[in-house]
């Protein structure tokens, strides 16, 4: 009772499930899966896309622009008729701004690092959603084993007590007892049967499938306890903390803008044209100019916008330690749970399997009559509340587990 396997998985849900539309799947089927058809994720990945955009638009603006044009036409004025065309090459380059355009790149990349930051922490929250509904049906799955067990144990109740009352030597309460306990027992199959149903649908919603899919997972191995781990570490591991780095990166460089604004910008132009009915350019046709501007007075913006972004930086910098600080609190919680769920499940193997022997002894001696119906039936009803409290231990150490991987930031392509 306390070893399950994937065959007795498929034999079990073949049984109210046609075998056809069952579809066995692995945690890394489903780790690809959700990578290619999530949809959060294809939005997070394009997101990406855009950002690494925006830091080419910001380094292209840091170089000379290059423009060329030309024109044709006919001309007619008092009877005098005749073609006209023009070529003209155009070229201009900001050669200083006080560094406004390299902190706007630099704001771009540190914009994309938030970017990428920010996939990762959906990454891993879709791998969090993607596990729970994993081990939803995994559960579901292993109900329907144990409420199987649970019922043959009750038949064979029913029908030994059920001998004895016909033979006399049984009460009527005690038969009575066996019968609402067996159709307990039938009741609770069919309802682990319909949770297996509800946990298909949630685990298709957490890959991205569409939710026709019928799907049955294999088994799982319960988690051992790894080494104590460097909370420090894990929490400056961690997407969620990479991505309060790049916020405060990206309102730094703000700051660099804002500081720009306060000197001049000096500009580079050069050009060149020729025009009908001459297109063939002489020496001397072209132009190169400089140009340098300054706003003497703009209302006190420059001030106020620089203040704007220091003090944008200032809280860009306590939202990094505030993030730290939760990270850290977080790992620390989650590790605790995680080592006492998986103490649980070592403690609560031992009491099933004293209960099992229990049972087997109590029911040898009830046949020989050595104890009476109320005796056995405890001792029958505590198996029975200990295999389905055990599924539950090691469910929630699987859990635990889960939230653990989830604290550490582990993401989709992990594994």
Known sequence: ?????????????????????????????????AQKYHPDLIVANESVVQAKSNVQIAQGNQMPVITAGVSAGHQKSSGVSGNSSSALLNGSWTIFDGGNLSALTAQAQAQLNATRALYKVTSSQLRFNLRSAYIGLWKAQKAVTIAQEILAIRESSYDLINLRYRSGIEHLGSLKSATAKLEQAKTNLESVRRDVVASQAALCKAIGYPMTQTLLVADLKLPGLPVTPDLAALSKSHPGYSQALAGEKAARA???ESQAACWPTIGLNAGAGVASP????????G?????????????????????KARSAMRAAQATTQSTYNALYSALAGAWDAFATAVDNTKVEADFLDADTEREKIAKAQYNVGLIVYDEWTIIEDNLVGTEMAKLSTDVAALNAEAAWDSAKGIVLEYE
Not at 15 to 29: G, H, M, Q, T, V
Not at 278 to 285: A, I, S, W
Not at 290 to 296: D, K, R, T
């Open 1 to 33: 009772m306390r070893h399950y396997t994937i065959i007795a998985f498929s034999l079990i849900i073949a049984s109210f499930l046609r075998a056809e539309e069952l579809r066995p799947i692995s945690w890394i089927d489903c780790l690809q899966e």
């Open 254 to 256: 703000g700051v660099q």
């Open 278 to 285: 001459r297109l063939t350019p002489k020496d001397g046709d």
């Open 287 to 307: 132009e190169v100019s400089a140009s340098m501007s300054y706003a003497l007075f703009n209302g006190g913006v420059r001030q106020a916008a620089l203040q």
